[in-house]
């Protein structure tokens, strides 16, 4: 027989534990406190002291707590969490060349399910006694493995009585409730919801398949009225011939647009990043199980995140909800761009529509369109054009007439260096064409047709276009035949036009190698008038050229631009501007110095 009621001996220090009583609703949990004595009498009198107050406590907590829908609430939002956590991991190891990393984290899932389910079921001082260990045996799970699950369960005890955790239990139970400071019962509600639902998490996870969200939810609810992992029974339905994961269909989609030339490493990054963040942000991994409002959420998510969310390497791992939370605490500025958000958009219609043409079909039609963001700042106004006075201004810089050396082209001097830093911004300017559009041309691509020198921007394994219109033939400006450009292009040795330009990553452009110098030689030729001028503003000088003062036909401007032509007579009946038509308004265009 014990000393007093409730009071027992760990080592050599007395511990008063004590069931909640049922009428309260959490008859599977304990309160502990540790005497912090060794002394038999000082045990008694404090264990005297904490049965009496928690016999009011008990009868206060009896009261109130978490209400049906509440706790629901919070059991989604603990699975959600934790599927996007496990997610993340999962996405960070896809690259492991670790033979069996796959099933060595099932089976480490597996011990963290267990561990945290008799936490769950025991509280924070449950332990992995002979029962415990017989009821492991019994769900199948091997003896070799207690170990691990004994070290888990000391690890997430601990973790329980973190503070940290505390804060995001009593944060996260609050923005439910709506009250500020959540009662004991609510907190303990909470706490056992949140073991629930990890342990439900992570014990789908081991099944090596797809943790959906409502398997999860039953199975955490399965938890709590059992105490033990149920069987989860396998849905007999065909096997799909194509992974369902939205990653997998990212994936798919990515080699095939990149494999007919109308996706560029960057657009298949762009591609991958947001099928990510969809999982992430919804929780939803498999396509099948996508519906309207998980893309709703979406939206939601992205308009509650900082603009330069997870640029920082510290910041790479962190999760959404924890960043949206730090944003909202430091009242920073939140919201992706329109335009970001309206791309984001765009690639998961993609996504959707590659899942059903693979017979993957979503939850109901996914609509996107109504979910679009528009932008208060006019288009037009986005990037300013060049005037001609500041083309001038800019091509009497040293690039052009003149630099101290290779490694100095923005100070004057006697040495004119013909590369692409060179060449590169006078094609734009005589051109209109794209930055990397010019940056990747090679020998090939300069053609001369109906007696007419022509760039020929076409689809390369050096680069790609931004869209099928943007597929077309420009005549070469006679300045830039004076300025010896084809006799350049006989002296280049190798396939490209500008073989110094490197990439600084698999995902950069080529044209980024010549960014530092042009825009140093931008701001100090332009001075202020430069703030908002970019490479870009070369395309909308162009345009106004051929718009405004030479009045060039709508058709022949979208020929040489590379834009799509609106008129469907136009886009499918004749054929294209002659290059000789052409030829007389590109070498119309003002010479640049």
Same mark, same amino acid.
Request: aromatic fraction near 6%; proline fraction near 4%.
């Given at each position: 027989?014990?000393?007093?009621?409730?009071?027992?001996?760990?080592?050599?220090i007395? @511990?008063w534990?004590?069931?909640?009583p049922?009428?309260i609703?959490?008859?599977s949990?304990?309160?502990q406190?540790s005497?912090? /004595?060794?002394? *038999? $009498?000082?045990?008694?009198?404090? +264990?005297?002291?904490?049965?009496?107050?928690?016999?009011?406590?008990?009868?206060? =907590?009896?009261?109130?707590?978490?209400?049906?829908?509440? #706790?629901r609430?919070?059991?989604?939002q603990?699975?959600?969490?934790? =599927?996007?956590?496990?997610?993340?991991?999962?996405r #960070?190891?896809?690259?492991?060349r670790?033979?069996g990393y796959?099933?060595?984290n099932?089976?480490e899932?597996?011990?963290m399910?267990?561990?945290?389910?008799?936490?769950?079921?025991?509280g924070?001082?449950?332990?992995?006694?002979?029962?415990?260990?017989?009821?492991?045996?019994?769900?199948?799970?091997?003896?070799?493995?207690f170990?691990?699950?004994?070290?888990?369960?000391?690890?997430? @005890?601990?973790?329980?009585l973190?503070?940290s955790?505390?804060?995001k239990?009593?944060?996260?139970?609050s923005?439910i /409730?709506?009250?500020a400071l %959540?009662? $004991?019962?609510?907190?303990?509600?909470?706490?056992?919801?949140?073991?629930?639902?990890?342990? $439900?998490?992570?014990?789908? @996870?081991?099944q090596?398949?797809?943790?959906?969200l409502?398997?999860?939810?039953?199975?955490?609810?399965a938890? &709590?009225?059992?105490?033990? &992992?149920?069987?989860?029974p396998?849905?007999?339905?065909?096997?799909?011939a194509?992974?369902?994961?939205?990653?997998?269909?990212?994936?798919?989609l990515?080699?095939?647009k990149?494999k007919?030339?109308? @996706?560029?490493?960057?657009?298949?990054?762009q591609?991958?990043?947001t099928?990510?963040?969809?999982?992430?942000?919804?929780?939803?991994?498999?396509?099948?199980?996508?519906?309207?409002?998980?893309?709703?959420?979406?939206?939601?998510?992205?308009?509650r995140?900082p603009p330069?969310?997870?640029?920082?390497?510290k910041?790479?791992?962190?999760?959404?909800?924890?960043?949206?939370?730090?944003a909202a &605490?430091?009242?920073?500025?939140v919201?992706?761009?329109?335009a970001?958000?309206?791309?984001?958009?765009?690639?998961i219609?993609?996504?959707?529509?590659h899942?059903n043409a693979e017979?993957?079909?979503?939850r109901?039609?996914?609509e996107?369109?109504?979910?679009?963001?528009?932008d208060?700042?006019?288009?037009?106004?986005?990037? %300013?054009?060049f &005037?001609?006075?500041?083309?001038?201004?800019?091509?009497?810089?040293?690039?052009?007439?003149?630099?101290?050396s290779?490694?100095?082209?923005t100070s *004057?001097?006697?040495?004119?260096?013909k590369?692409?830093?060179?060449w590169?911004?006078m094609?734009?300017?005589?051109?209109?064409?794209?930055?990397?559009e010019?940056?990747g041309?090679?020998?090939?691509?300069?053609?001369?047709e109906?007696?007419?020198?022509?760039?020929?921007?076409a689809?390369?394994?050096v680069?790609?276009?931004?869209n099928?219109q943007s597929k077309?033939?420009? %005549?070469?400006?006679?300045?830039?035949?004076?300025?010896?450009?084809?006799?350049?292009?006989?002296?280049?040795?190798?396939?490209r036009?500008? *073989?110094?330009l490197k990439?600084k990553?698999?995902?950069?452009?080529?044209g980024?190698?010549?960014h530092?110098?042009?825009?140093?030689?931008?701001?100090?030729?332009?001075? *202020?008038?430069?703030?908002?001028?970019?490479f870009?503003?070369?395309?909308?000088?162009?345009?106004?050229?051929l718009?405004?003062?030479q009045?060039?036909?709508?058709?022949?401007r979208?020929?040489?631009?590379?834009?799509?032509?609106?008129?469907?007579e136009?886009?499918?009946?004749?054929k294209?501007t002659?290059l000789?038509?052409m030829?007389? +308004?590109?070498?119309?265009?003002?010479?640049?110095f």
């Open positions: 027989m014990g000393i007093a009621n409730f009071v027992f001996r760990r080592a050599a007395y @511990a534990r004590r069931r909640i049922t009428r609703g959490c008859e949990l304990h309160l406190v005497l912090g /004595t060794a002394c *038999p $009498a000082t045990a008694r009198r404090l +264990a005297g002291i904490l049965t009496h107050e928690s016999d009011e406590v008990f009868e206060a =907590m009896a009261l109130d707590g978490l209400s049906k829908e509440a #706790a609430q919070w059991l989604e603990v699975v959600r969490d934790e =599927m996007a956590r496990i997610e993340r991991r999962k #960070a190891q896809s690259d492991s670790e033979a796959a099933r060595l099932a089976e899932d597996r011990a399910g267990h561990a945290l389910r008799l936490l769950a079921r025991d924070v001082s449950a332990e992995l006694g002979d029962e415990e260990k017989q009821e492991l045996v019994s769900e199948g799970v091997p003896k070799a493995a170990e691990r699950v004994e070290a888990y369960l000391s690890q997430a @005890a601990g973790e329980m973190a503070p955790v505390e804060r239990i009593q944060n996260g139970i923005a /409730t709506g009250h %959540p009662s $004991a019962h609510d907190f303990l509600d909470a706490r056992t919801i949140y073991l629930r639902g990890r342990a $439900a998490v992570y014990l789908n @996870a081991s090596r398949r797809d943790p959906a409502a398997e999860a939810l039953k199975l955490a609810e938890l &709590e009225q059992g105490g033990s &992992e149920p069987h989860i396998v849905t007999q339905e065909t096997e799909p194509f992974d369902p994961a939205i990653a997998a269909i990212a994936d798919r990515t080699t095939k990149m007919l030339g109308r @996706a560029t490493e960057k657009t298949a990054y591609i991958r990043n099928a990510a963040l969809l999982v992430e942000a919804t929780g939803v991994t498999d396509i099948r199980r996508l519906k309207q409002s998980d893309i709703a959420v979406f939206c939601d998510v992205m308009s995140l330069a969310y997870r640029k920082s390497p910041e790479k791992l962190v999760p959404l909800a924890d960043i949206i939370a730090a &605490e430091k009242s920073a500025k919201g992706l761009s329109p970001t958000v309206n791309r984001n958009l765009g690639f219609a993609q996504i959707v529509k899942a017979g993957l079909p979503t109901g039609s996914i996107v369109k109504d979910l679009r963001e528009s208060a700042e006019d288009d037009q106004d986005k990037v %300013p054009p &005037e001609r006075s500041d083309i001038r201004m800019l091509f009497e810089g040293s690039i052009w007439s003149g630099c101290r290779s490694a100095r082209r *004057p001097g006697a040495l004119v260096i590369d692409g830093l060179y590169i911004p094609i734009a300017a005589y051109t209109g064409a794209r930055r990397e010019i940056a041309l090679c020998r090939s691509d300069i053609i001369n109906e007696g007419v020198w022509a760039f020929e921007f689809f390369t394994e680069r790609r276009l931004k099928l077309r033939k420009v %005549p070469i400006h006679e300045h830039l035949i004076e300025l010896g450009f084809l006799k350049h292009i006989d002296e280049v040795e190798t396939g036009i500008f *073989p110094e990439r990553s698999a995902r950069a452009n080529l980024d190698d010549i530092y110098n042009f825009r140093a030689m931008l701001d100090k030729q332009l001075g *202020p008038t430069a703030r908002d001028k970019v870009h503003s070369f395309r909308h000088y162009v345009i106004d050229e718009r405004f003062k009045r060039v036909e709508k058709l022949t979208h020929h040489i631009l590379g834009h799509l032509v609106d008129s469907t136009d886009r499918i009946y004749g294209r002659p000789p038509i030829k007389e +308004a590109i070498d119309a265009l003002p010479r640049v």
